[in-house]
């Protein structure tokens, strides 16, 4: 039983490696998804086009929980991903690390809630809650959504869920059985 547990902290250069190819892949993908924002912040879509786009922009987070199972992986797997953006010129620039920071956060928390025990649907599921409700919080305040009559906040916020339930829930839970199939992740 204390293996298991050593084996769930400690970090193996693998493990750093792959989490540095997830911050990678994510930080590019990031970069080229910011042009989808600001396509829909361009028509009358404007008020809904964080929320509805928001899901790819956590996707890195709960991808490294999944694939290494280690504390810390989702926090850090955002976190680098946006690193990874604001490096490739972000618009948002350093201000993409403090969402990075905040979406890490709400990712970590969902595997948090289950003690590190379950990396599979329960703890993307939890992930997927936590990260919308974390994020939707801090948008209340630093994106002015406090000012929005009730029934739009609701509905942001039901945006907001389908859009990271779907992109780092689904699409997630999808990638991973992919990788479990091929047997790369072992």
């Known amino acids: ?39 829909l912040a361009a028509t ?7 929320d509805l786009t928001l899901g790819v922009w956590i996707m890195a987070g709960p991808m490294a929980g999944v694939l290494l199972k280690k504390v810390g992986a989702s926090f850090l797997g955002e976190l680098l991903a946006a690193t990874v953006e604001m490096l490739l010129f972000s618009s948002w620039g350093a201000s993409t690390l403090l969402s990075g920071s905040i979406q ?8 948090t809630a289950t003690g590190y025990k379950n990396w599979d649907k329960l703890g993307i599921a939890l992930s997927v809650v936590t990260s919308t409700i974390v ?8 994106n002015g959504y406090l000012h929005y009559q009730p029934m739009m906040i609701i ?15 689904v699409l997630v839970y999808w990638i991973k059985q992919l990788l479990d199939r091929t047997g790369l992740i072992k």
């Open 104 to 111: 890490g956060l709400g990712s970590e928390l969902g595997f």
């Open 155 to 169: 509905g942001l916020f039901l945006i907001r869920l389908v859009s990271i339930g779907f992109f780092a829930g």
């Open 44 to 50: 009358p879509l404007k008020p809904f086009a964080n």
């Open 135 to 142: 994020t939707f919080a801090w948008d209340l305040f630093s």
């Open 1 to 39: 039983m204390q293996t298991v547990q050593q084996n769930k902290a400690h970090w193996s250069l693998r493990d750093v490696i792959f989490l540095a190819i997830i911050a990678i892949f994510f930080g590019i993908i990031y970069q080229v998804w910011g042009y989808m924002y600001y396509a």
